[in-house]
């Protein structure tokens, strides 16, 4: 069966500093991946997703950037980091587009 | 591109009494309409989902139902228990075939259904 990976699991940065988050998918091939963050008692936007090895899309211009090294890794990434990336980071992932979506556990980031 | 809205934003119930959710999109091409339940501090979880080639589907005390023409669909939850207690989203998605994030979710803004006691 198919599993998806993240983490850290909590991160605690200060403002300025560099961001790094992992995501892997086992037991699937070329999944669909996908980088929402939630902030507090909101719903979730989508930041990036990918169809492929090299290929991404972003949904909302930011200070974040993504990356997809391997078939079914996926890293979200900061080179400074605002007040406002606080928040909860979920990735997920799809066997095609139109498809169910299956998250991870997620990533609670906090910026101090 | 699609705009999905959800009501209530808050819903509380007694245990044993039914819970109902509401979601409108807007965009007429969205064929897939999943729910999603996230509890506290943990991630969204698929509970139920409908395609548009369909009006009902049941899941023991979950349905869904979809109304096409009005651009609607539901989430009811039966017999609620207060372990039913959490963020419902809803989400629209459409086919490949259509311009744009064509294929990506659209969620909804969540529920937060309390079931009491």
């Known amino acids: 069966s198919q599993t998806i990976h993240q983490w850290p699991a909590t991160l605690v940065q200060p403002v300025g500093s560099p961001l790094s988050l992992e995501c892997t998918v086992e037991?699937?091939?070329?999944?669909?991946l996908y980088w929402y963050r939630q902030a507090a008692g909101r719903g979730l936007q989508l930041l990036f997703y990918?169809?492929?090895?090299?290929?991404i899309s972003s949904e909302v211009p930011q200070n974040l950037s993504a990356s997809r090294p391997q078939d079914r890794q996926f890293i979200l990434s900061s080179k400074k980091l605002l007040l406002s990336d606080s928040g909860f980071y979920l990735c997920?992932?799809?066997?095609?587009?139109?498809?169910?979506?299956?998250f991870g556990d997620g990533t609670r980031l906090s910026i101090l | 591109g699609e705009n999905v809205e959800q009501h209530p934003s808050t819903l509380s119930v007694q245990e044993g009494d039914s819970a109902v959710i509401k979601c409108t999109y807007s965009?007429?091409?969205?064929?897939?309409f999943p729910w999603y339940k996230q509890e506290l501090g943990k991630r969204p979880q698929l509970i139920i989902d409908?395609?548009?080639?369909?009006g009902e589907k049941k899941d023991q005390r979950i349905a869904v139902t979809l109304n096409k023409t009005a651009k609607h669909f539901s989430l009811h939850i039966t017999e609620t228990q207060p372990e039913d207690s959490a963020v419902y989203f809803c989400?629209?998605?459409?086919?490949?075939?259509?311009?744009?994030?064509?294929?990506?979710?659209?969620f909804g803004k969540g529920t937060k259904l309390s079931v009491k006691p």
């Open positions: 409908i395609r548009s080639n369909v």
């Open positions: 989400a629209a998605s459409r086919s490949l075939n259509y311009g744009g994030s064509q294929g990506n979710l659209i």
């Open positions: 965009d007429s091409a969205s064929n897939y």
């Open positions: 997920a992932w799809s066997v095609l587009v139109n498809q169910p979506q299956h």
């Open positions: 990918s169809v492929g090895i090299g290929q």
């Open positions: 037991g699937t091939s070329n999944p669909n």
